[in-house]
């Protein structure tokens, strides 16, 4: 099983980016009108619109379980420094446990998986830019996977 939300993220990049730029376009208007007060605003608004979307951790997501593995590669949509691919990939013998926290609209993956040393987790995974559907795939398939380890 596959399932990556490379469109969803797509489209909130192009949002993230279009509106990025009409809030940048607004206080420059305001800074040509001389309107000092607004670019103020404006210039708030940008931070706090750039700060919310740094929080909310959203994240380009792909989950596959072939070939006997579980694969998991992520990376922030929207980084403001630089984008940090990260890849998490083990049997699916060694699943010993995850968890869906679901908080305030977003959702967050954990995993914790048996290793010779004892028991590792894994930091956890935003899945706040996927819909619910994917959640519930990803969530259904990992499920799966531990009633066939028991």
């Not at 990376?75 to 699943?95: A, C, G, R, V, W």
Request: glycine fraction near 4%; aromatic fraction near 10%.
């Amino acid at each position: 099983m596959e399932i990556s939300n490379q469109k969803r993220s797509k489209r909130i990049k192009q949002a993230f980016n279009i509106s990025g730029i009409a809030i940048v376009l607004i206080g420059l208007t305001f800074l040509w009108l001389k309107q000092d007060v607004a670019v103020l605003i404006t210039a708030g608004v940008f931070a706090v619109y750039v700060g919310v979307t740094q929080f909310a951790n959203l994240c380009y997501v792909y989950f596959s379980t072939q070939n006997g593995r579980i694969l998991i590669r992520y990376y922030p949509i929207i980084s403001i420094m630089k984008k940090e691919y990260e890849s998490i990939e083990f049997t699916h013998q060694n699943l010993l446990n995850f968890h869906i926290e679901k908080a305030m609209g977003f959702a967050d993956l954990t995993i914790a998986i048996k290793t010779k040393r004892g028991i590792a987790e894994y930091p956890s995974i935003s899945l706040a830019a996927m819909s619910k559907a994917e959640t519930e795939q990803i969530s259904a398939a990992l499920n799966e996977i531990m009633r066939n380890n028991r």
